[in-house]
């Protein structure tokens, strides 16, 4: 497969993949209703970035393996639900104090984290994602070969994190828009709460559903 042809075929499945509701929607949204848009953009950088974990052993035929293992999959499901959880509960102990109104959008909604702190979060939740092999290992068999040059295979994985982050920081700009931002942070702490819930089901799920 050629390069542009593998690009397309790329930019076409990871971006229905992006957009598809999972932990990173929920936490990039979270993020940014709470803390404003500089915090929901470093989270959706983090969660990119987490992707290059994901590339590193795609691209090393360790997916494959990863895959079919049921001893290591399990591992990966229950660390990446406990993840979940963690951040599940966060969100459910947001407090009625994150309610403020009239809040210019350059300001943070409420105390945040620094910046490494919030990079983390971010990568965490991607880089922990248990579903993340399965994907990876699938898309990658469609554009791999074994002669393929290493350029090339860091053209897709750069190209991949560039996607990620362009839909993650396009969701963040639209919940800072003032006209949407002052419904959303009508509900203050409760849609906090909400997704907070929203996560740790998702964790639960993880933890609980039977390996494939």
């Given at each position: 497969?050629?390069?542009?042809?593998?690009?397309?075929?790329?930019?076409?499945?990871?971006?229905?993949?992006?957009?598809?509701?999972?932990?990173?929607?929920?936490?990039?949204?979270?993020?940014?209703?709470?803390?404003?848009?500089?915090?929901?953009?470093?989270?959706?950088?983090?969660?990119?970035?987490?992707?290059?974990?994901?590339?590193?052993?795609?691209?090393?035929?360790?997916?494959?393996?990863?895959?079919?293992?049921?001893?290591?999959?399990?591992?990966?499901?229950?660390?990446?639900?406990?993840?979940?959880?963690?951040?599940?509960?966060?969100?459910?102990?947001?407090?009625?104090?994150?309610?403020?109104?009239?809040?210019?959008?350059?300001?943070?909604?409420?105390?945040?984290?620094?910046?490494?702190?919030?990079?983390?979060?971010?990568?965490?939740?991607?880089?922990?994602?248990?579903k993340a092999p399965i994907y990876f290992v699938a898309l990658f068999t469609m554009v791999l070969s074994p002669d393929m040059p290493l350029y090339q295979l860091a053209i897709y994985g750069a190209w991949m994190m560039i996607l990620q982050f362009a839909w993650?920081?396009?969701?963040?700009?639209?919940?800072?828009?003032?006209?949407?931002?002052?419904?959303?942070?009508?509900?203050?702490?409760?849609?906090?709460?909400?997704?907070?819930?929203?996560?740790?089901?998702?964790?639960?799920?993880?933890?609980?559903?039977?390996?494939?």
């Open positions: 497969m050629g390069l542009f042809e593998g690009l397309l075929l790329i930019t076409t499945i990871h971006l229905l993949a992006a957009a598809s509701p999972g932990p990173d929607f929920v936490l990039v949204s979270q993020q940014t209703l709470a803390h404003g848009k500089k915090t929901g953009l470093l989270c959706s950088l983090g969660i990119a970035l987490g992707l290059a974990v994901h590339i590193i052993y795609s691209s090393l035929g360790l997916a494959a393996i990863i895959a079919n293992s049921e001893t290591i999959l399990w591992g990966i499901k229950l660390l990446g639900g406990s993840y979940l959880i963690y951040l599940g509960i966060q969100g459910l102990k947001a407090k009625q104090t994150n309610v403020i109104d009239a809040i210019p959008l350059s300001a943070e909604v409420s105390p945040q984290l620094s910046n490494s702190k919030t990079l983390a979060k971010g990568f965490l939740c991607n880089a922990l994602n248990p993650f920081a396009t969701v963040v700009i639209l919940l800072s828009r003032p006209r949407v931002n002052k419904q959303f942070q009508q509900f203050g702490h409760w849609l906090d709460r909400v997704l907070g819930g929203a996560m740790l089901l998702m964790g639960i799920k993880v933890i609980t559903s039977k390996i494939n």
